[in-house]
């Protein structure tokens, strides 16, 4: 039983780490990366489906990524999908090739970034600590059932605890990770 609510905090906290890791992925640096494109969605003969399953993304230099359709036809499909996206980025075409070049990033909009970022870290970090609650609420309740002792309680919210300080630390980490990316010119 102890063991489980432990194991259970864990994921929990670990899922959210994961997520922000994800939600960073999707914020621009000013350097070109195909999971800027991720979320995007092409209509395919009446199908919403991802970019990645239309063509073949590459980044052949830092500030550019190039998308070969493997159908000539999606062009148009793919460059309406890209400019609905809000991502701010302009493709243009050949008739064979969709090119995107990534804009640098001004000194207002990497500040603007970087307060993103650190508002998902903080989002994340309530998501561990909400982990933290929960695995606490679960122990109390454990040894108000009698299947667990007080002092197995009090051992349970000391390794929840350090369980907290581990990933919000892993938290702190990526944020300034990310935060130096932004920054970087």
Do not use: C, H
């Not at 605890?161 to 892993?170: A, G, P, S």
Request: proline fraction near 4%; charged fraction near 40%.
């Amino acid at each position: 039983m102890y063991a489980d609510v432990i194991k259970r905090t864990r994921t929990g906290m670990s899922k959210s780490v994961d997520a922000l890791k994800k939600d960073f992925t999707k914020v621009r640096t000013g350097r070109a990366s195909t999971t800027l494109l991720d979320e995007v969605r092409v209509d395919y003969y009446g199908t919403p489906t991802p970019l990645n399953q239309v063509g073949t993304l590459s980044v052949p230099e830092p500030r550019l990524i190039t998308i070969q359709p493997w159908e000539k036809n999606l062009i148009p499909e793919i460059e309406k999908a890209i400019l609905k996206s809000d991502l701010g980025l302009n493709p243009s075409s050949d008739g064979q090739l969709i090119r995107i070049i990534i804009p640098a990033l001004t000194e207002e909009r990497r500040k603007e970034m970087v307060k993103l970022i650190k508002r998902m870290g903080e989002d994340a970090k309530i998501a561990v600590r909400n982990a933290r609650r929960d695995g606490n609420e679960t122990m109390k309740k454990l040894e108000k059932d009698k299947e667990i002792s007080e002092d197995e309680l009090k051992r349970g919210e000391k390794e929840i605890q350090e369980l907290t300080d581990e990933f919000v630390k892993k938290i702190d980490e990526a944020i300034a990770a990310k935060e130096k990316e932004v920054m970087e010119i």
